[in-house]
């Protein structure tokens, strides 16, 4: 599975940017896909997850309320809409894709696209 992460970009403080994961691969539909960020200077974490199947979503408190992410199937593709952004969220944000078990920990990730950059200006 190939992954390729894209939407990044400049947003003003308060504002809302969508990226998308868009993966390569049949086997997409069955695979938990997260997004990561990191920040400069600091250990890569986790934002969110959305398990294969029923779809089921998870968050870090740090943007529970402000960010949703879904999944198209058929697309291939997953996507994290961020809102209310904080200077805070200002990071490289990574999708990842393949984990079983600790669905919140980089290293139970067996697939990784590139990141892209959000910056949040205040």
């Known amino acids: 599975v190939q992954l390729q992460a894209s939407g990044g970009g400049l947003v003003q403080a308060g504002g809302s940017r969508r990226l998308s994961c868009s993966a390569s691969?049949?086997?997409?539909?069955?695979?938990?896909v997260a997004w990561f960020r990191q920040a400069p200077g600091k250990e890569r974490e986790f934002v969110s997850a959305?398990?294969?199947?029923?779809?089921?979503?998870y968050y870090d408190d740090s943007v529970k309320g402000r960010f949703t992410i879904s999944r198209d199937n058929a697309k291939n593709t997953v996507y994290l809409q961020m809102n209310s952004l904080k200077s805070d969220d200002t990071a490289v944000y990574y999708c990842?894709?393949?984990?079983?078990?600790?669905?919140?920990?980089?290293?139970?990730?067996?697939?990784w696209g590139q990141g892209t950059l959000v910056t949040v200006s205040s």
């Open positions: 691969g049949r086997a997409f539909i069955s695979y938990t």
């Open positions: 990842a894709a393949g984990a079983v078990r600790g669905l919140s920990e980089a290293y139970s990730y067996v697939y």
């Open positions: 959305i398990k294969y199947g029923v779809g089921t979503q």
